[in-house]
């Protein structure tokens, strides 16, 4: 069981907008910033959103982080099917001294 | 474009050793916090362990400890991890990945993983 909770699946068709939420708790998204990762099927995983809402170089506009409290959210707009992929939330957890990650989200492009 | 290599992994026998490898090449290795993070087979990414920039500093998570040890020579841009007592649920894929400091779970660079199965 992981200490950050996403929902296992998300889907939506082609131009459309999803998000997918990372819940926590004060040790880890309530006092340190949340990054999330992409990881294409096969393939390792990418920094995706950095510090929260920083998108990295290289990365299109149409994803989109935030955080609010003890939970986070990615967002992205214009969905395309090159996105189907899993999608994790990371955290500095204070009380187990560590990054933590939400169990991933698959997403479908339907 | 910075890069980094893994090596090292294989099928190993429950309770036997093995040590993986990543060379980091296209930046200043010297610099930055590395970490080893694990993926089973159709699950999600754990962290294993980190390793402050110049080596002084480390950090396991509780499954790992007293059986990994985390370690790098700046000198050749090589990343290491020693799994001792290794377990059937130490199965995964291996990650190394460029960490922002000791405190961090941001990891702008990673391998393309290395695959470690632990069986009789």
């Known amino acids: 069981q992981s200490v950050l909770t996403q929902p296992p699946s998300a889907s939506g068709t082609p131009g459309q907008r999803v998000t997918i939420s990372c819940s926590g708790a004060s040790s880890n998204i309530g006092s340190n910033t949340v990054n999330w990762y992409q990881q294409l099927p096969g393939t390792a995983p990418k920094l995706l959103i950095s510090d929260n809402n920083q998108r990295p170089s290289g990365v299109p506009d149409r994803f989109s982080g935030s955080k609010s409290g003890t939970s986070a959210s990615l967002a992205i707009i214009g969905l395309q099917s090159e996105d189907e992929a899993d999608y994790y939330c990371a955290a500095w957890d204070d009380s187990l001294n560590g990054p933590v990650f939400g169990g991933g989200t698959k997403l479908t492009v339907l | 474009q910075a890069q980094l290599v893994e090596s090292g992994g294989g099928v190993v026998q429950p309770g036997k050793s093995l040590r993986l490898s990543c060379a980091a090449s296209?930046?200043?290795?010297?610099?930055?916090?590395m970490y080893w993070v694990r993926q089973a087979p159709g699950k999600g990414l754990e962290w294993v362990a980190a390793?402050?920039?110049?080596?002084?500093?480390?950090s396991y998570r509780d499954s790992v400890k007293g059986r990994f040890t985390i370690s790098r020579d700046n000198s050749k841009n090589m990343l290491y991890v020693q799994m001792n007592s290794l377990r059937a649920e130490d199965t995964a894929v291996y990650y190394c990945?460029?960490?922002?400091?000791?405190?961090?779970?941001?990891?702008?660079?990673w391998g393309q993983g290395t695959l470690v199965t632990v069986s009789s």
């Open positions: 390793i402050s920039y110049d080596g002084s500093k480390n």
């Open positions: 296209e930046f200043t290795f010297s610099s930055y916090a």
């Open positions: 990945a460029r960490g922002w400091g000791m405190s961090s779970s941001r990891f702008d660079c």
